[in-house]
């Protein structure tokens, strides 16, 4: 079994968003564990695409819980309706995953890959969710300006205006991208992976990104085209830590990464992967892992130190 397998869940639970739609969430590691990771997939991905990010997580840090889930749309999550597309529908859906998994006084480190670190950054608007948040790794994302800043389509970087149509419509086309062929392979790494990557990592990348359907695939689409949360982003207010490679064509790190850096209150530090693209678990999960090791380990020492002043101030 290689890395790219997903491991068997602990437990696999179907949970309802506020609409009613059924979300698919899995769960690694003991129910008895103190400390809870919660993974958030990007757009066209699915739990599987932590595959590597959680069997580093199991073999280095096995005290820890791991909860992933599906977007809707995504995985073996509801397909709704059309109108069931929105960044306040991925907040909801996060507050019902972190609603059903955490102990009521728990928090948890949140990770975030595209989209889902998008639907952290839009989550810091509600206090409730906020409230929850331990820390967070964001992993190859933005929040703002998505198809103008995509370099996918080559040759348009000096015409604004037909690089923002070019991608907007890569976004929310429903033209099938599969089956998984050596073209479907190569166009997917080119546009999601480093140049570099190997032949298996590219089977796998575009079997996940095929597996998504047509129609999610451009309702999520058409929601990223528009996406802003510049005004939520700010109120972040946990420690948080950013990855980027630096051949991601979907979300730069050149357009994202400092704007993610300088909006942060409590930005906690940015690693940059030379010559891997916006896949970033995929590519470098040990990378991700020891991140997501370093903010549990924060979180944490900062519980102890709360704990401490707590009681010396009933002395």
């Known amino acids: 079994m290689d890395q ?10 179907r949970i309802p968003s506020a609409d009613g739609t059924q979300l698919n969430v899995e769960v690694h590691g003991p129910t008895s564990a103190q400390t809870t990771v919660v ?9 599987a695409f932590w595959a590597p990010v959680i069997g580093a997580l199991r073999a280095e840090a096995p005290e820890l819980r791991v909860v992933a889930y599906d977007q809707r749309g995504h995985g073996e999550s509801e397909i709704p309706g059309n109108d069931a597309y ?28 595209s989209m889902g670190g998008m639907t952290i950054m839009a989550a810091a608007g509600d206090a409730s969710i906020l409230a929850r ?9 933005g929040f703002a300006n998505l198809p103008g800043s995509s370099t996918v389509v080559p040759g348009l970087k000096r015409l604004p205006k ?6 907007r419509f890569l976004l929310t086309s429903t033209l099938p991208v599969g089956p998984v062929t050596p073209i479907s392979r190569a166009m997917l790494k080119h546009t999601a992976l480093g140049p570099k990557s190997n032949k298996h990592l590219q089977k796998v990348n575009a079997r996940i990104i095929t597996a998504c359907r047509p129609k999610p695939r451009a309702g999520w689409g058409r929601v990223l085209t528009e996406l802003d949360v510049t005004e939520q982003v700010g109120k972040l207010d946990v420690p948080t830590s950013a990855v980027f490679g630096t ?13 993610i850096a300088d909006a942060l209150p409590r930005f906690e530090g940015l690693t940059t992967l030379t010559g891997l693209g916006h896949m970033t678990p995929l590519e470098a999960p040990d990378v991700v892992s020891m991140l997501i090791r370093q903010r549990v380990r924060a979180m944490l020492n900062a ?12 002395e």
Not at 133 to 141: D, Q
Not at 303 to 314: F, I
Request: glycine share 6%.
């Open 4 to 13: 790219y397998t997903p491991p068997v869940p602990d437990a696999r639970l």
């Open 39 to 47: 993974l958030v997939h990007g757009w066209t991905c699915k739990i």
């Open 86 to 113: 929105s960044v306040p529908i991925l907040v909801e859906d996060l507050r019902a995953v972190l609603d059903a998994t955490l102990r009521d006084d728990e928090r948890a480190v949140l990770v975030g890959h």
């Open 133 to 141: 948040i331990g820390g967070a790794v964001l992993c190859s994302t």
């Open 162 to 167: 037909a690089n923002r149509a070019a991608h």
């Open 247 to 259: 051949s991601d064509r979907l979300t730069p790190p050149a357009a994202h990464a400092q704007a």
């Open 303 to 314: 519980a102890d130190v709360a704990e401490a002043a707590k009681g010396s101030d009933h």
